[in-house]
């Protein structure tokens, strides 16, 4: 009966436990950001986490991926980048566990962002 109730216990404060030691779920997050506009995207950095990861340039048809560690069971994902001399940043949604931690960001013409979360992402496991 002890046993039980210890295995009762566990389940119930599962997702109480720091995200290193919750095996159950992914210890990552995969974000990609492709650029389908007529211009480059200078200074990109995606905000997740509340930590900046600066991507650097995305060249006009390119993709950059990031992968980065999971500190929490939900994160907002705020985009920053210049298109052309105009600076944009704006927030792209919640990155969390009803979209598997993957989020996948498109630029389109005139620095417009348009978002996919929960996409089945091809991530290179050797990418940020």
Known sequence: ???ILLLL???LSRDRLPTEYQFWKD??????VQNISEKDLKDVSV??????????????????EL??????????VVLRFRYGSAVIE?????????N????EISVN????????KGTSLKVDETSK
Do not use: C
């Open 1 to 3: 009966m002890l046993i």
């Open 27 to 32: 210890k990552h997050a995969w974000i990609k």
């Open 9 to 11: 216990f566990g389940w």
């Open 67 to 76: 992968k980065v560690n999971r500190r929490s069971k939900i994160s907002d």
């Open 100 to 103: 598997h931690y993957q989020m």
């Open 109 to 116: 013409d005139a620095g417009i962002v348009s978002v996919q």
């Open 47 to 64: 905000r997740v986490w509340s930590q900046p990861h600066q991507l650097g340039t995305i060249n006009q048809g390119m993709t950059q």
């Open 90 to 98: 704006g927030y792209v949604g919640a990155l969390g566990e009803d």
